[in-house]
C-alpha cells in the first residue's frame, strides 16, 4: 500500500510542476508580448516624431522658399505658374512669361531665368528658352536683328524698352555672356541653342532712354 500511496504522490508532484512550469512560461511570453508592444509603441511615437520634425522642416523650406519668392516679387500667376515678368519681341511676334527657374520642367513650358537680378533690375538678365517653334518659346530667336527692340514688364506693371545691340553664337561652355558687368545699366540676355544644338544663340540688349 505505501508503494502506491508513494507514486501517487509522485504523479502529483509532476502535474503540480508541469502546471508550475506552465504557469512561467506563460508569464513570460506576455512579459515580453508587452515588451514588444511597448517597443512597437516606442517605434510608432518616434516616427510620428520624425515626421513632425520632418513636416516642421517641410514647412519652414516652403517659408523661406516663399520668402524667395517675395524678394524676387514672383506675384503674377500665368498658365498655373508663378512667373517673374513678361518678355515681349514685336519683330517675332512673341509674348511670353518668364519662369523664375531654369530647369528639364520649366524649359517645357516657357522661358526661364538663368541668372541676373529681378525682371527691370540693374544687371545682367539673363533668359533661356528652347527653340522650339512654340507660340512662347525661342524659335523665331534667330529673325531678331540689332536695333529690334525687346519689351520686358514685371509684376508691378513696370514695362521697359531694350534695344539689341549684340546678336552671337557661342559654344556651351563659352559663358562670357552671363556677366554681370554692366556698368550700372539695364541689360538683358536672351539665349537658345542653335539647329542641331551644337552652338548656343545669344542676343543682348540693353535699356533705351527716353
Not at 6 to 27: D, G, P
Not at 77 to 86: F, L, P, Q, R, S
Amino acid at each position: 500500500m505505501k508503494s502506491k500511496v508513494i507514486v501517487i504522490n509522485n504523479i502529483k508532484l509532476m502535474i503540480i510542476l508541469f502546471l508550475t512550469i506552465i504557469f512561467i512560461s506563460f508569464l513570460i511570453f506576455n512579459s515580453n508580448d508587452e515588451d514588444i508592444d511597448n517597443l512597437q509603441s516606442n517605434v510608432i511615437i518616434n516616427n510620428i516624431k520624425i515626421k513632425n520634425n520632418a513636416t516642421s522642416n517641410t514647412v519652414e523650406t516652403v517659408t523661406n522658399i516663399e520668402k524667395e519668392i517675395n524678394e524676387e516679387d514672383i506675384l503674377i500667376e500665368a498658365n498655373g505658374d508663378m512667373v517673374i515678368g513678361k518678355l515681349e519681341i514685336p519683330k517675332i511676334d512673341l509674348v511670353t512669361y518668364i519662369l523664375p527657374e531654369t530647369n528639364k520642367e520649366t524649359l517645357n513650358k516657357s522661358v526661364t531665368k538663368l541668372c541676373g537680378p529681378k525682371v527691370n533690375g540693374v544687371g545682367n538678365l539673363c533668359i533661356t528658352g528652347h527653340n522650339y517653334h512654340k507660340d512662347n518659346m525661342f524659335g523665331n530667336l534667330k529673325d531678331v536683328e540689332i536695333n529690334d527692340k525687346i519689351y520686358l514688364t514685371d509684376n508691378k506693371k513696370n514695362k521697359v524698352e531694350y534695344g539689341v545691340y549684340d546678336i552671337y553664337k557661342v559654344y556651351p561652355e563659352e559663358v562670357e555672356c552671363l556677366s554681370q558687368d554692366t556698368k550700372g545699366e539695364r541689360e538683358v540676355t536672351l539665349i537658345t541653342c542653335t539647329t542641331g544644338a551644337v552652338k548656343r544663340l545669344i542676343v543682348k540688349a540693353r535699356e533705351i532712354y527716353d
